[in-house]
């Protein structure tokens, strides 16, 4: 579809904020503190790194994105260079990665508005759930809507960040930096582990690709921004928990409520619990948005049930498939609150997910975009940043590994269906004319 005759209505600034919302997210929330006690101050180099290797994966799913603007992000990608089997795969990866990793993105975001309120584990999980009953709704009107919410989420949040840093740096003491590895330096990339999941998002928009007016030209120029957006947010607030919180980071579940009560005075909860609540559903909001999409993708290509598949064409909000979307994420809660398991491995297991949609989507890019553009020099350098994500993900991958089986199996029973509905057919196509 030529770019005079795109039916898509998003923007060069909703675009940016959909990436923004759906990159920074929850991470900022709580990771700072948690890779700082996986490799104390040495953490910031994994910051750094993870700075560093997103730029490369975010070119590349742009100019991805750019090329064959559909509905089916990396899904389409996969099936373009490797047929429909690995479709399949990368977009069962990501349509079920989505509701597992909606849970820590609720509860990190509702434990702070917990804290703030002075309530417990029950206050926690009913805030959650609000959360993801807001961005289901917001969804459900349409994606006009949804990306405007996006544009006042992501102004707010990087406000608020900005200012809570600012305020607080006066108080950085560069003693914390030391020692620098307490715990080795091999910590480092199990520091890198957990931060997978702040830099998550570059191959979320992709899926949104069809809904921009001309995404040859602002799907790029939204990365780019986002790129350095997200970059420098994340570089000052992990600098800032690290100098100004130092080894009593660890211990601390709201390292950005510290930084804020630090740097306005007061306990400055409330304030805390307001950026955590736009944060979170600024991230949730674009990839329900993304994941919705998929699943209408999926539909239509064969990959998901069929009655999934309206919606999937641009400017078309695919309320079937954001219904089964939303439905597995309250499943999900209700699994983790029960059993109690703890966001980390959630995060890890998601995090696993999208390390496994990123390798088939470079792929997938080394094959698609022309031997001498820039999109295929950053498709190479993101492969060697893939498999650095590969190693860092280790057992985790076994989930994605799970779900492929159970894609290829849905395949293979679905194709059979078709196949018996055709034999079934044809004695009374043949006994028709008689």
Known sequence: MSEATHQGRMTFGHGTAMYVGAVLGTGVIALPALAAEAAGP???LAWLALVLLSAPLAGTFAALGARHPDAGGVSTYARLAFGEHAAAVVGWWFYLAVPLGAVPAALFGAAYVSAAAGGGAVTTTVTAAVLMAVVTAANAVGLQVSSRLQLVLAGLLVLLLVVSVGLSLPHADMGNLRPF?????TAVGSAGALLVWSFAGWEAITHLAGEFRRPRRDLPRATGAAVVIVGVLYLLVAFATVTVLGPGVARTEAPLGELMALGLGGNARWLAAGAAVLLTLGAMNAYYAGAAKLGAALGRDGALPRALAGGSMAGEVPRRSLAVHSALSFVALAVVVATGVGAQPVVLLTTGSFVAVYALGVAAALKLLPRRGMGRAAAMTAMVAVAALLLMSGPYL?????VAGAALLYLRLNRRRRAARV???????????G
């Open 42 to 44: 040495a953490s910031l």
């Open 181 to 185: 590895a307490p715990h080795g330096w």
């Open 423 to 433: 034999e079934e057919d044809r004695p009374a196509s043949v006994a028709e004319p």
């Open 398 to 402: 076994l989930w994605p590994l799970a």
